[in-house]
T-cell receptor
């Protein structure tokens, strides 16, 4: 149990376009999902916390207008990178928190590799 | 604020040898501690966690970790490493707010045959 999927696994887009990444909890309802960004050979940087039915909470320094997060249902959160630029190329990972289970324990998706050309 | 230090960026061990990956945390109260493993291009898989109770925690794939409050440490160990254990390992602590996790910088494990 506690499986989280991400789609797509890889995406290449042209500079100036937008790209949407989906994060789904497959076998549980996730009231909270997290979006991370990971640069090569670095740790995970938390970008934002996504709560179902409310606005996402962004970490300091993350542009909320550039990284749009929507958590419209208990099993789906989306991250849209708007007007993407090459510096947005990165590995994006989502995770889901399963309420009623272990505190802080997050289940991670497999990640999405974004390349902006 | 909470923080996690993984002092070793890279570690190389021979297959069959024992392994210890170090993790030190900064947190005022009893921490919630985790070890995750990440294979290249993949998400994170939970190896084990500590919330309370027995300070020696058993995880998947033969890993264990020991919580030592006096040293603010939560080191990961495995008695005999397999080539498939080569990956990056992250230690994390639960933050005060919002069920967030604070991650260490990670340790890349290489296994030589």
């Amino acid at each position: 149990g506690a499986v989280v999927s991400q789609h797509p696994s890889r995406v290449i887009c042209k500079s100036g376009t937008s790209v949407k990444i989906e994060c789904r909890s497959l076998d549980f309802q996730a009231t909270t999902m997290f979006w991370y960004r990971q640069f090569p050979k670095q740790s995970l940087m938390l970008m934002a916390t996504s709560n179902e039915g409310s606005k996402a909470t962004y970490e300091q320094g993350v542009e909320k207008d550039k990284f749009l997060i929507n958590h419209a249902s208990l099993t789906l959160s989306t991250l849209t990178v708007t007007s993407a630029h090459p510096e947005d190329s990165s590995f994006y990972i989502c995770s889901a928190f399963r309420p009623g289970f272990a505190t802080y324990e997050q289940y991670f998706g497999p990640g999405t590799r974004l390349t902006v050309t | 604020a909470q923080s996690v230090t993984q002092p070793d960026i890279h570690i190389t061990v021979s297959e069959g040898a024992s392994l210890e990956l170090r993790c030190n945390y900064s947190y005022g109260a009893t921490p919630y501690l985790f070890w995750y493993v990440q294979s290249p291009g993949q998400g994170l898989q939970l190896l084990l966690k500590y919330f309370s109770g027995d300070t020696l925690v058993q995880g998947i794939k033969g890993f264990e970790a020991e919580f030592k409050r006096s040293q603010s440490s939560f080191n990961l160990r495995k008695p005999s490493v397999h080539w498939s254990d080569a990956a990056e390992y992250f230690c994390a602590v639960g933050a005060v707010d919002g069920n967030k996790l604070v991650f260490g910088a990670g340790t890349i494990l290489r296994v030589k045959s």
